[in-house]
């Protein structure tokens, strides 16, 4: 039976992105929401920005579980087990007491790695210095490799380059053939695909450091793509975690991808919220603030991003943004509201 959600019920949804724009807090918006076989609603808000629903954003973090998801298909193969050393692939990643971290470790932000120099090289425009491999080799360690989580996006460096040794070929390459190709993202790269329909990314430092950005092909932060692909990357797992056929993964793959991986180990700020996070994907916790199934997972962006993917809603929703460093709530505001539009829904 075809579902249908009642575009009333929708208008919650609708009004948050609005509000957000009409503040001036977000230069524009464009939303999504899907079930594993079709796009049910989408919403574009222009405000300082015009952006059409094809726009193409810069989704900063949302970039990790797409990553992640030619590391998985590494185990998928028999070429990865996820708790063998990185450096078992990666030689030179052992040192300065990184031996025995595991790619476990890098998805799951267990790592340890102090990304401190790397984050200061990444916004001053560092084009010249180290890859971002090599500098998460050269890394020192903050806390021993799985006794404590911080968020680290250095150690996706090193997810990227576990994947260009075992697929033998640079990782954009890969990752393109293996992941954003199979999946129909046709408009997803390190680069924007059409520079006529890239959104500007407001706070950023300027056109030259978002072109040196952009240049480094940052592992856990530097895909642009529209809605429209990251709708299609989260019917993949959507279908796959269902047990049908997958374009990128099998179920059990995406089973272990989303399952939680964290629990009961404490963060490394004291006081801080604890980490809940899967295999390159967050889980749902209390300061996320949503309202969701037990099964869902996503990840958010530092320019206001977020996909959001619940297997108990049949859903996938996309919110897309052009901030750096923008607040977080929005999106969630929206989510919630799709969600609950979806408890109205009727079928046909």
């Known amino acids: 039976m075809a579902r249908v959600v009642r575009p009333k019920a929708l208008r919650h949804a ?25 796009i049910f609603w989408s919403h574009v808000v222009a405000g300082a ?6 726009s193409i954003f810069l989704l900063a973090s949302i970039t990790k579980p797409i990553m992640a998801t030619a590391a998985l298909q590494m185990v998928e193969r028999g070429r990865l087990l ?7 692939v990666v030689e030179e990643f052992a040192a300065n007491g990184k031996a025995w971290a595991t790619t476990r470790h890098l998805l799951t932000h267990t790592s340890g ?7 200061e090289d990444r916004m001053n425009g560092g084009a010249g210095g180290p890859t971002c491999l090599g500098m998460a080799c050269s890394a020192h360690l903050r806390f021993a490799a799985g006794t404590r989580c911080e968020y680290c996006s250095l150690s996706f460096a090193a997810v990227a380059g576990v994947v260009e040794r075992l697929a033998g070929e640079p990782y954009v390459a890969h990752l393109n053939a293996a992941v ?12 924007p695909a059409d520079p006529s329909r890239a ?11 978002l072109e040196v950005f952009t240049r480094r092909r940052i592992a856990g932060g530097g895909l642009w793509s529209t809605a429209a692909d990251l709708v299609r990357f989260g019917q993949a797992f959507l279908r ?4 049908e056929p997958g374009a990128i993964l099998g179920q059990a793959a995406v089973r272990s991808m989303t399952t939680l991986q964290t629990a009961g180990i404490p963060p490394l700020a004291p006081g801080a919220p ?19 199934s037990t099964s869902a997972y996503g990840h958010g962006g530092a320019t206001g991003t977020l996909l959001w993917i619940d297997p108990g809603f049949d859903l996938v929703f996309v919110f897309l943004t052009n901030r750096w460093g923008i607040e977080q709530d929005t999106p969630r505001r929206a989510l919630n509201a799709v969600h609950a539009a979806l408890a109205l829904e009727v079928t046909q």
């Open 49 to 54: 920005d015009r952006p059409a629903q094809d």
């Open 82 to 88: 996820l708790n063998a050393p990185v450096a078992s």
């Open 240 to 243: 796959a975690g269902r047990g």
């Open 14 to 38: 609708a009004a948050v992105a609005d509000r957000a724009v009409e503040s001036g807090s977000h230069p524009c918006a464009v939303l999504a929401a899907a079930g594993a076989d079709g």
């Open 199 to 209: 959104m500007p990314v407001h706070d950023f430092g300027g056109d030259a450091a």
């Open 113 to 119: 790695i102090d990304e401190s120099a790397w984050i």
């Open 180 to 191: 954003l190709q199979p999946a129909g993202m046709a408009d997803t790269d390190f680069r």
């Open 274 to 292: 604890a980490f809940d996070y899967a295999l390159g994907w967050c889980k749902p916790s209390v300061a996320d603030d949503v309202t969701c």
